[in-house]
């Protein structure tokens, strides 16, 4: 992945590699994959919206397509507020940086997958509702992969420093990995072409970024 600084320079070794020169220079930088996945996102989001917004899917949606688009929008909705409750806090500008970009996309997703849903009559579906039997591993919304407890969220509207760099990056990578699971399934045995779509870019966005929490604990000193 190419590291790109503030002034545009870019910087890899011969293996593609971060050069050791630039080690201390933040990483929250858009690189190019990560810009080419990011437009392709939003011409996708665009037209999906616009499609069902206009149009009924000649598809018929499964239980797959449904489960996966209620279920993911509990998943973001938890992403956001672990966000929001650190964005305004002390801690490093990755950190805010990154934040910031999870409240962004993710709301602009859930509005998408609110779209799609409504296209097809169906609604959110119940908070105490019994999640993830469309992936046949029932369990309580709460208890899908990635989620995070209670204690999680308060602790990130309470630590500050390198604590709160520490607690959002570990906890957000554990969230985006959960998703990636659950994303990587729907993009494989949805019935709509929309949903596999959507499903397979989430899988792929959300791995990069858990990737670079990875990245930016160890700059930061907090992973070896």
Do not use: C
Not at 24 to 45: C, E, I, N
Not at 71 to 93: K, P, Y
Not at 138 to 144: D, I
């Amino acid at each position: 992945m190419t590291a790109i600084d503030t002034d545009g320079s870019e910087h890899l070794d011969a293996d593609g590699a971060f050069d050791e020169e630039v080690e201390d220079r933040p990483r929250f930088q858009w690189t190019g994959p990560k810009v080419l996945l990011l437009v392709g996102a939003v011409a996708f989001l665009a037209a999906a919206a616009t499609y069902f917004l206009t149009n009924r899917a000649e598809e018929s949606p499964g239980t797959v397509d449904v489960g996966f688009l209620q279920d993911m929008i509990d998943h973001h909705d938890q992403a956001v507020a672990m966000a929001l409750n650190v964005i305004g806090r002390e801690s490093d500008t990755t950190t805010q940086s990154f934040a910031r970009e999870v409240v962004i996309y993710q709301r602009w997703e859930t509005g998408v997958m609110d779209t799609l849903l409504a296209g097809w009559g169906e609604d959110r579906g119940a908070v105490d509702r019994l999640a993830m039997g469309w992936m046949g591993m029932p369990s309580p919304v709460g208890a899908m992969p990635g989620m995070q407890p209670a204690e999680t969220l308060e602790q990130l509207g309470e630590l500050t420093g390198s604590d709160l760099d520490e607690a959002f990056f570990t906890a957000m990578r554990t969230h985006h990995l959960g998703a990636v699971h659950m994303a990587s399934y729907a993009a494989e045995h949805a019935e709509t072409a929309e949903v596999r779509e959507l499903a397979a870019r989430m899988a792929q966005y959300q791995q990069i970024e858990a990737n670079e929490y990875t990245e930016a604990l160890k700059r930061l000193g907090l992973e070896s």
